[in-house]
């Protein structure tokens, strides 16, 4: 009889032993020979030495999985235990190529759509990215998922995410509360989207530590965005001046994305969106790419896919396709 004890520092132990101990359990149902005691950060065993060494292998694995996909699912404790081989990891992580990020309790995020896809490749190859189309076809939702990843690998230091606080001039005194409950409600979407992808008490102290800033439009004037993932977001209701405020905010080892519908601008009839005036600066610039989604990529209930098809259908050319001027053209081919 044997009997050793194993540091595990580098998962926090409610993601190893899982609430109440249940994955725990889980893990000492499969080594029924062992004596499995665990307590912080280390895991007693008490058994045969051969058993002892097939359940650090096992943890070994688990561990590793954790580490590459950010969760440890029940689901995957069984099936990292349960099947044998040498590419037991390679053949789980494989069915995993489009998952962008892992969310709370096991929420795959990944993307659901070409443009979706598209998006994904394109900020790889890009430090600047526009994601534009109508309501419901993830671009917000993709765009936090790209920045959580980036944060989650070390890619970037910090995650901004922005919005033009109210859609007329961002005029909000006569809202009441303080500042940030008058902005909270303009930039719910945007804490939505990182509730699904990061537990709420690490949220928490990633705000409150300012490694994630969420804040409005007039608050970036001034700074300098570097080592961060930016997102703008509902970007058709900048204004021109704004726009540019925010573009030239680039910093060193940064990613800009910058999302919005043209269709649903909010602005003053006589004030023109910064997001249309930057569709047409931006073209065949290198770095930077435009991805437009479309009805299509509509993820929500399937009456916003229709609903958005025959409000299209009430507009002339122009307005039914309002992208249609800013996609790249062909570069002209050099001379030989």
Do not use: C, W
């Amino acid at each position: 009889m044997s009997e050793k004890i194993i540091a595990v520092d580098s998962v926090e132990p409610v993601e190893l032993y899982g609430v109440n101990d249940h994955k725990l359990n889980l893990l000492k149902g499969y080594f029924p020979k062992l004596k499995i005691v665990a307590r912080g950060y280390s895991i007693k065993l008490i058994g045969d030495e051969p058993e002892i060494e097939r359940f650090e292998k096992k943890l070994e694995l688990l561990v590793e999985y954790y580490h590459k996909t950010g969760v440890l699912s029940e689901k995957a404790i069984e099936r990292l235990l349960g099947q044998t081989g040498d590419n037991i990891l390679e053949k789980i992580e494989s069915e995993a190529n489009d998952v962008i990020v892992f969310g709370n309790n096991g929420l795959v995020i990944k993307a659901k759509t070409p443009n979706q896809r598209k998006m994904v490749d394109a900020i790889a190859k890009n430090d600047m990215i526009f994601a534009v189309g109508p309501a419901g076809t993830g671009k917000t939702y993709t765009a936090v998922a790209l920045a959580v990843r980036a944060l989650k690998n070390k890619e970037v230091r910090r995650i901004i995410l922005t919005r033009p606080a109210v859609e007329a001039g961002e005029n909000l005194g006569f809202l009441p509360g303080d500042l940030k409950e008058k902005l909270d409600p303009y930039l719910q979407p945007l804490y939505d989207a990182l509730y699904d992808m990061i537990p709420m008490d690490k949220l928490n102290q990633l705000i409150e530590s300012k490694v994630i800033q969420i804040a409005p439009l007039a608050f970036m004037r001034g700074r300098t965005l570097d080592h961060a993932f930016v997102i703008l977001d509902e970007a058709q209701n900048t204004t021109e001046s704004q726009m540019k405020m925010f573009l030239t905010r680039m910093g060193a080892n940064a990613k800009f994305i910058i999302t919005g519908d043209a269709s649903q601008v909010d602005l003053p009839r006589n004030q023109p969106s910064g997001l249309i005036q930057s569709l047409r600066i931006i073209k065949n610039i290198q770095g930077i790419d435009t991805i437009i989604l479309d009805g299509s990529d509509v993820i929500r209930h399937r009456l916003v896919r229709e609903l958005v098809a025959k409000y299209d259908l009430e507009k002339d050319t122009q307005v039914k396709q309002p992208y249609r001027d800013f996609k790249k053209t062909d570069e002209p081919k050099k001379d030989a």
